[in-house]
């Protein structure tokens, strides 16, 4: 692009265009952009700022906490608190939502984040992110609740994710296109690098967890069965398999050169819908997918539909090229 763009032109200029996105909501997402900055300065000094490594404690879904996943966590929580544009957060490492201090004014949103997405990856120097999502509170709320966070996926108001890779990226939606933003580090700024990011509606990549194979089900099994089988299966042409082990680096690629991801349910914890949280990853980068002209469900439904019921809830996810999600869904509702 000739020009550059900065993030808060972007949104001034998406407002004028579409009327969508008010002064606080462009507050609050210039906020978040801010607080990923300082997240990718964190993850950029890895051992020389002491930050690789176990913090010696878990998130409420049981698992170990890595040192950035807290610090990335405070970073959000103390970047947003003080604005007025929040009436309250809910992160992934935390088991209940967090309530804006009453030393500080309250806004109309809802924040909810991930604030370290791939943390396996995390001292293995491999591509790791941020994922965030918007929710207006609900009308004559005063005191926020979990209940006020439960909103299916369709009333988000804005979606975004960063990736903390050899370019600090954030790929962004309020509604209108996917637009992604490259971190100018001698500036400090996030310029626009990509509008209107489309996946095709086809492809020949897929991403999951292939070490998983035995504990399928008989859909997914069909499935990636088929795509394995290249030209002399019944797809009659070869896929690629592509792997990260980091939501937002494996979506990102999606959004740049196509693909399908999935993270299905399987038959080592029935009782599990899937393994992803539907609040935190879920349906931020359904929203994201769907309007890059991809599509996202659970295998059953869209999982924008979804009506959650807890704030931790998990879900099965199959996202990006539309042919090859609608295929894999379809498989589903056969089995059944």
Known sequence: MSKRISLTQHLIEQQRLHNKIPSELRLLIEVVGRACKTISHAVGKGALGEVLGTAGSENVQGEVQKKLDVISNEILLEANEWGGHLAGMA???????????????????????????GSSNIDVNVSIGTIFSVLKAPDGMTEPSENDFLQPGAKQVAAGYAVYGPQTV?????????????????????????????????????????????????????????????????????????????????V???????GVFMYPADAREPDKPGKLRLMYEANPMAF?????????????????????????????????????????????????
């Not at 490492?93 to 604030?115: A, S, V």
């Open 170 to 250: 954030l790929v962004l939606t309020t509604g209108d296109g996917v637009h992604c933003f490259t971190l100018d580090r001698e500036m400090g700024a996030w310029v626009l690098t990509q509008r209107d990011m489309q996946i095709p509606v086809d492809t020949k990549e897929f991403a999951i967890n292939a070490s998983n194979a035995r504990h399928w089900y008989p859909p997914v099994t069909r499935y990636v069965n088929e795509m394995l089988a290249g030209t002399t299966g019944p797809r009659e042409k070869d896929f690629n398999m592509r792997w990260i082990a980091s939501m937002v680096a494996d």
């Open 288 to 336: 994201l997918v769907e309007q890059a002209g991809g599509a996202a469900t659970d295998g059953k439904q869209r999982i924008l539909d979804i009506e959650p019921q807890k704030l931790h809830q998990r879900v099965a996810v199959f996202l990006g090229a539309k042919n090859e999600v609608e295929r894999v869904t379809a498989y589903h509702k056969e089995s059944t």
């Open 252 to 258: 990102h690629r999606i959004l740049n050169r196509g």
């Open 91 to 117: 992160s992934e490492e935390m088991e209940t939502i967090h309530k804006i201090p009453n030393r500080y004014p309250k806004g109309e949103y809802l924040l909810l984040f991930d604030p370290l997405d």
